[in-house]
């Protein structure tokens, strides 16, 4: 099973940005199409961006696009999402998971959650 870390989180103003990364010691991750959730407290985690394996294909959730960017550097291992445009509203604690088919997409079924970073946008 993959075993996923997320890093990058922090406290910021509204209109700042933040970058996560997401990265799998010991695992590749250049077969998998991958995702970035959130979940603010007391609410369902919500889908957020997906990046398919060999990144020519990008999913954003409609609140976040033209704010966020998905990518990938297949060869750090490395998943990212550059957040620009920070409002109160995005702050949550945001994980990163794979699609758990090899090769697909679009993405169905995700898993392999890393344990979160967390972001906090002040007014």
């Known amino acids: 099973q993959v075993q996923l870390v997320e890093s990058g989180g922090g406290s910021v103003q509204a209109g700042g940005s933040l970058r996560l990364s997401c990265t799998a010691p010991?695992?590749?991750?250049?077969?998998?199409?991958m995702g970035w959730f959130r979940q603010a407290p007391g609410e369902d985690r919500v889908y957020v961006a997906a990046i398919k394996w060999n990144a020519d294909s990008t999913y954003y959730a409609p609140s976040v696009k033209g704010r966020f960017t998905i990518s990938r550097d297949n060869a750090k291992n490395t998943i990212y999402l550059q957040m620009n445009s920070l409002e109160p509203e995005d702050t949550a604690v945001y994980y990163c998971?794979?699609?758990?088919?090899?090769?697909?997409?679009?993405?169905?079924?995700?898993?392999?959650w890393g344990q979160g970073t967390q972001v906090t946008v002040s007014s």
């Open positions: 998971a794979v699609d758990l088919r090899l090769f697909n997409w679009p993405p169905r079924d995700f898993g392999s």
């Open positions: 010991g695992s590749s991750l250049s077969r998998y199409t």
